[in-house]
T-cell receptor
């Protein structure tokens, strides 16, 4: 299957700082990328959907000014957690899908800890 | 709207015995159905998928699932559990009406006893 690389795999940051997470499709063009958040022992919650070259569509209840998503190229999307607080600590996972495909491929996830 | 219900939050089996993870779905259009596995602090790995071809789908690591439209089910099975099968399993549905956004079940934790 196709490969999606997510970086970093874990990060610790101080409250009030911003953190950027990258999601790259390595061997296909990701026209659509999805960002999820996962709390311990819970399922994945979709945060936003981004299409290359256009603004991301955020799910209800997700603060777009807090979670900035950029999808400037067909192989890269970034999620920036701005002014992070301890309650933003979570596991963030991206997935990527090519145009016309139904299957999405997942990154390895990023464990964010805000102290 | 599409949704998924995983009927068991936790399944415990002995090594070498069969595994059954139950999943029921709701979709207003022809769905695509997936089973993913997640090991601790890892991303998701696709076990198998159904996309309107054969109703019995074979996946990796000896897993298989059967799509039953009349029962709106997509249960995952494996004839003989291995210790490495201990993980979290997610049943997922998508369809064209939602532009193939994935809807996740709550997950089933599988533990395997030696």
């Amino acid at each position: 299957g196709a490969v999606v690389s997510q970086h970093p795999s874990w990060v610790i940051c101080k409250s009030g700082t911003s953190v950027k997470i990258e999601c790259r499709s390595l061997d296909f063009q990701a026209t659509t990328m999805f960002w999820y958040r996962q709390f311990p022992k819970q399922s994945l919650m979709l945060m936003a959907t981004s299409n290359e070259g256009s603004k991301a569509t955020y799910e209800q209840g997700v603060e777009k000014d807090k979670f900035l998503i950029n999808h400037a190229s067909l192989t890269l999307s970034t999620l920036t957690v701005t002014s992070a607080h301890p309650e933003d600590s979570s596991f963030y996972i991206c997935s990527a899908r090519d145009l016309g495909e139904t299957e999405a491929f997942f990154g390895q996830g990023t464990r964010l800890t805000v102290v | 709207a599409q949704s998924v219900t995983q009927l068991d939050s936790h399944v415990s089996v002995s090594e070498g015995t069969p595994v059954l993870l139950r999943c029921n779905y709701s979709s207003s259009y022809s769905p695509s159905l997936f089973w993913y596995v997640q090991h601790p602090n890892k991303g998701l790995q696709l076990l198998l998928k159904y996309t309107s071809a054969a109703t019995l789908v074979k996946g990796i690591n000896g897993f298989e699932a059967e799509f039953k439209k009349s029962e709106t089910s997509f249960h995952l099975t494996k004839p003989s559990a291995h210790m490495s099968d201990a993980a979290e399993y997610f049943c997922v549905v998508s369809d064209r009406l939602t532009d193939y956004k994935l809807s996740f079940g709550a997950g089933t934790t599988v533990t395997v006893r030696a």
